[in-house]
């Protein structure tokens, strides 16, 4: 592992969670009713192209995260599988981003592909940090998916369907994990030797 590379993705990659808070709520201000029941999570009219343009920055940024979080990992398998889901979120979101022409059902199964990874990037992330030793931080990320997955079913959406209340915990939790691993010591970044 290089501790460097790691510091330096996810400081960077830690951004991505502010792009797309940014995101949503200037496309929320300039467009009555986003997010609807019906239409998930993709604005209609002028500002799809405000919204598809920050989720295309937001995805590439998560994606930098998920490298720094792939190198952190150090081939660990649940970790390297954690670093896979959330690559596989930061390129759905860019996907749910680029469609700057109307191609219907791609949207709407990316952002499908957004939760779900989501979800296996939460449960898997959570597992190999707490093997590391991270204890709080784990507990902390589980109870913020929960609850975005708690208040995502107060509105009747289902676990795997767009839901912001859970697009927004997840992504509390990204710039929370991005932030800690671009401030931890150098040193502290090596892995934790297991008992023998």
Request: with cysteine.
């Amino acid at each position: 592992m290089k501790p460097g590379v790691v510091r330096l993705l996810s400081k960077y990659g830690s951004l991505g969670p502010l792009v797309w808070l940014a995101t949503v709520v200037t496309t929320a201000a300039v467009s009555p009713g986003f997010p609807s029941p019906s239409n998930g999570l993709l604005p209609e009219g002028d500002a799809a192209f405000l919204f598809n343009t920050g989720m295309l920055m937001a995805g590439s940024l998560s994606m930098l995260l998920s490298a720094g979080l792939y190198e952190f990992s150090e081939g660990e398998l649940v970790g390297v599988a954690g670093a896979v889901s959330l690559l596989s979120y930061g390129f759905a979101t860019c996907v749910s981003g680029f469609m700057l022409v109307d191609l219907g059902e791609v949207q709407v199964v990316a952002q499908y592909l957004v939760q779900i990874s989501a979800l296996a990037s939460t449960a898997l992330t959570s597992l190999f940090l707490w093997g590391r030793g991270w204890r709080g931080f784990p507990v902390a990320m589980v109870c913020a998916a929960a609850l975005g997955l708690a208040m995502g079913a107060v509105q009747g959406v289902g676990p795997v369907e767009p839901s912001l209340p859970f697009q927004a915990s997840f992504n509390l939790w990204q710039a929370a994990l991005g932030y800690r691993l671009a401030t931890t010591p150098l040193e502290d970044l090596a892995p934790v030797e297991p008992p023998h």
